[in-house]
């Protein structure tokens, strides 16, 4: 298995606001984390791919200038809500592969966010 | 792109009984399909997967099948118990490094399985 930390666990914030969710591995190297968003009673969307040192690729229909993600680390990737809206309130999860297990991806336990 | 199709969408069974949930995949490079289990609130966890070179896996109460040829595959939970009551998504992922893949995973919709006591 791995361990995934995120922090925080849940953010409430005020409309136009910014918040950084925190996404660490704690018992392996992450060459690649993915960042997620899953709305009530939906599936996992995958927002962005983050690799360590170079640019996150973003999926299709996410504003990159809204979603920044830094990936400085191989155990430490950052995704940054700008200017945060009501429609942005979400439950973000990270989670990255381990190489040792065949690319196996393991989740962090995820930040609920709510954006008043 | 991969789109991976799930059913039921909710499954309710009696405690004792089996439960099965399929997938199909549209993209037939994929050869990786995992399984998460996802209880409210909580993170997905990996519960088996399954890898193209074989047919079948096997772990305790639950195993996964898997046919290339129809590009489906399908999880069983036997003695199915209250605390299997989860959320419970498919994915399927291409190989490393082919046509952008870099091991993202592509997720179905999700099967809220209940299991009555």
């Known amino acids: 298995g791995a361990v995934v930390s995120q922090h925080p666990s849940w953010v409430i914030c005020k409309s136009g606001t910014s918040v950084k969710i925190e996404c660490r591995s704690l018992d392996f190297q992450a060459t690649t984390m993915f960042w997620y968003r899953q709305f009530p009673k939906q599936s996992l969307m995958l927002m962005a791919t983050?690799?360590?040192?170079?640019?996150?690729?973003?999926e299709q229909g996410v504003e990159k200038d809204k979603f920044l993600i830094n990936h400085a680390s191989l155990t430490l990737s950052t995704l940054t809500v700008t200017s945060a809206h009501p429609e942005d309130s979400s439950f973000y999860i990270c989670?990255?592969?381990?190489?040792?297990?065949?690319?196996?991806?393991?989740f962090g336990p995820g930040t609920r966010l709510l954006v008043l | 792109g991969e789109n991976v199709e799930q059913h039921p969408s909710t499954l309710s069974v009696q405690e004792g009984d089996s439960a099965v949930i399929k997938c199909t995949y549209s993209d037939s490079a994929s050869n990786y399909f995992p399984w998460y289990k996802q209880e409210l609130g909580k993170r997905p966890q990996l519960i088996i997967d399954?890898?193209?070179?074989?047919g079948e896996k096997k772990d305790q109460r639950i195993a996964v099948t898997l046919n290339k040829t129809a590009k489906h595959f399908s999880l069983h939970i036997t003695e199915t118990q209250p605390e299997d009551s989860a959320v419970y998504f498919c994915a399927a992922r291409r190989p490393a490094n082919s046509g952008g893949s870099n091991y993202k995973l592509t997720f179905g919709k999700g099967t809220l399985l209940t299991v009555n006591p």
């Open positions: 983050s690799n360590e040192g170079s640019k996150a690729t973003y």
């Open positions: 989670s990255e592969t381990n190489s040792a297990e065949g690319k196996t991806q393991y």
């Open positions: 399954i890898r193209s070179n074989v």
